[in-house]
């Protein structure tokens, strides 16, 4: 697991203090070895952690005669059956790494290779005789990547402050970006927070030729995926091998893993197969917050890890340490995103990381499965949603600015941005096959925008943001392309969520956790935002540059005011202007120089 980054130029050669600029900024992501590569106008940089073959695998990695030139971030977890497949039509390898497998699927198959390639990566490869650079991202879009444009070419990085050293200066705020950010919680398509920035998408691959922008494609779309008419004993017994050979290559590492153990079904099942599975007791994580009035998951998660013999730790932060810990969330986090999920994440990451490099996490089940709340509204629901808010079957059609805050919030241009603001949800709406089911479609909306954009955000910027390496066994594609494909029986009954898998996992996990109820992870933030600190934050507020630039002064003022009298609504609000404020002061104003781990946020914003 790694951090990458590179300039490709037309006509001006690389920059190599700009390279070592931009790996400096990504050296959380991979904090054991950095690598570079110059030639001409083309410059890669990758930062290294070390997962599989610690002593060989420094990257840029090389083959046919050092003509392809490899600097990779991720897990290629069928490396040892394409290795196999390789050596024996004649491929040499020099390292046990399995990002050598993606260069040797290159020169076997060329662009083709990403077929073949099974797991969680983003990649630069670049053909040195063609003169040819390919860019790669997964699937599903675990591991991130961005690409600038700039004067004279492109730039790219797992993350936005990877890119700043190449942008000079040229950080301009995309207004479509920040109001997605302010009502939809993140930004998502190619939009971001930064103008002349972009992400690709998951499954897109961008070729450059000469310094070039050639050709971008998708060589994988979950809209391929059939529909099958399956029993719950005929899904069992298909699932049950399909899981077991996800989870022995997930399993694959020359480093000790853990997990991440919450309480509920997703985490659960996979102590219960890293057991079945691995030689020796799991090393599981949970988090919890006594005393704040927020519904606590440490009871089950502890009865959890009983039942498998878990070494466990329980991780349990004040209400003031989860507070410090918010500047290093926006940080990390890089493209704003809201998620109160994102702190305790954090904390856990940097508490597993004193012993570990590797966790497992549960990501991803309940967007395969079917297990959220919006997947379950009623056909009458969705349809007085969709006349309201047409364009995406009456899904995600809500958002935390209502009219009211539209109008006297926001500025100009971010009023006029808010036109477009639900276009990535629309726009993958449209995408999916008419012939599907409205619960297929749903989640296909969701595999394109809130997994990628903010579930993944969550999973990989805040453990990388600590050298955590994070697997998510429920996001592999083979995974996610057969919960997909089941009949919606078996994905919602009788206004329950993820039944199959839940019936699946019975003999996993215990029974209150297949009866509970779906809950979201929830950070007490109305027990910060009261008295004297409120008051604070208001001047804070009011004296912000990013907050006078893009909204009415009068107005956050005046949820200050309707907080100060419990509003919900203004939390969640000055929540994300909070963030805002934050961000601005770390990426725009400063270099993105990264903050303490813990530090009072008003501090930084000088209140």
């Known amino acids: 697991m790694c951090g990458i980054a590179g300039v490709i130029s037309k006509n001006r050669p690389a920059d190599r203090e700009v390279l070592e600029r931009m790996a400096a900024a990504l050296a959380h992501r991979g904090p054991d070895d950095r690598g570079y590569f110059i030639e001409g106008d083309v410059g890669l940089a990758q930062t290294r952690l070390s997962i599989i073959d610690l002593a060989h695998g420094h990257q840029p990695l090389y083959a046919r005669g050092d003509e392809l030139v490899l600097v990779a971030n991720g897990e290629i977890y069928n490396d ?287 967007e395969v499965f079917a297990g959220y709340g919006r997947f379950r509204k009623s056909a009458v629901q969705r349809w007085v949603k969709d006349l309201l808010q047409p364009g995406s079957g009456g899904f995600r059609t809500s958002g935390a600015l209502d009219r009211g805050a539209r109008r006297r919030l926001l500025g100009a241009e971010l009023r006029e941005a808010f036109t477009r603001v639900r276009q990535p949800f629309i726009d993958a709406w449209e995408a999916s096959p008419p012939s599907w089911s409205a619960l297929q479609r749903m989640q296909y909306d969701e595999l394109l925008t809130a997994l990628p954009d903010n579930l993944m955000v969550k999973a990989d910027r805040m453990m990388m943001a600590w050298g955590l390496e994070g697997r998510v066994p429920f996001l592999d594609h083979r995974i996610v392309e057969f919960g997909l494909s089941l009949p919606d029986e078996l994905k919602v009954s009788d206004r329950r969520g993820k039944v199959f898998l839940k019936e699946w996992a019975r003999p996993y996990v215990l029974e209150e956790q297949i009866s509970a109820k779906k809950r979201g992870f929830h950070v007490p933030v109305n027990n910060w935002l009261s008295g004297d600190f409120l008051t604070r934050l208001g001047r804070a507020l009011a004296a912000s540059p990013a907050i006078r630039a893009w909204f009415n002064a009068d107005e956050v003022a005046r949820l200050v005011r309707r907080q100060h009298g419990r509003d919900r609504t203004a939390a969640r609000l000055l929540y994300a202007l909070l963030q805002f404020a934050l961000w601005h002061r770390m990426f725009i104003e400063g270099e993105g120089a990264r903050p303490p781990a813990l530090v009072e946020p008003l501090e930084l914003l000088g209140a």
Request: charged share 25%; net charge negative; hydrophobic share 40%.
């Open 80 to 366: 040892l059956e394409l290795r196999a497949e390789f050596e024996r039509d004649g491929a040499h390898y020099q390292t046990r790494s399995d990002s050598e497998t993606i260069l040797h699927a290159y020169d076997r198959d060329g662009e083709a290779c990403l077929q073949r390639l099974f797991g969680m990566f983003a990649f630069a490869l670049y053909d040195r005789p063609r003169r040819r650079l390919l860019l790669a991202r997964d699937r599903l879009g675990i591991k991130p990547l961005f690409l600038a444009k700039l004067p004279d070419g492109y730039a790219f990085a797992s993350e936005l402050k990877g890119l700043l050293p190449a942008l000079q200066g040229r950080v301009g705020i995309d207004a479509d970006g920040l109001v997605q950010f302010l009502h939809n919680q993140f930004s998502s398509g190619r939009t971001t927070i930064l103008s002349d920035v972009e992400r690709l998408a998951p499954g897109e691959a961008v070729l450059f030729e000469d310094g070039r922008l050639v050709r971008r494609w998708q060589y994988w779309s979950a809209s391929d995926v059939q529909p099958q008419r399956l029993t719950l004993e005929e899904a069992r017994e298909a699932f049950s091998p399909l899981m077991e050979t996800v989870m022995r290559q997930h399993m694959r590492a020359d480093v000790p893993f853990g997990l991440f153990l919450s309480g509920g079904v997703d985490s659960g099942t996979l102590l219960a197969l890293l057991t079945k599975y691995g030689d020796q007791p799991v090393r599981t994580f949970s988090v919890g917050f006594p005393g704040t009035g927020t519904q606590d998951e440490l009871p089950p998660a502890l009865e959890m890890a009983r039942r498998y013999g878990s070494l466990h730790t329980e991780i349990r932060p004040s209400g003031d340490e989860l507070r410090q810990h918010l500047a290093a969330t926006v940080w990390a986090a890089d493209d704003l995103m809201r998620d109160y999920a994102n702190i305790p994440t954090s904390l856990l990451s940097r508490h597993a990381v004193g012993e570990l490099k590797v966790v497992f996490s549960g990501e991803g089940g309940d």
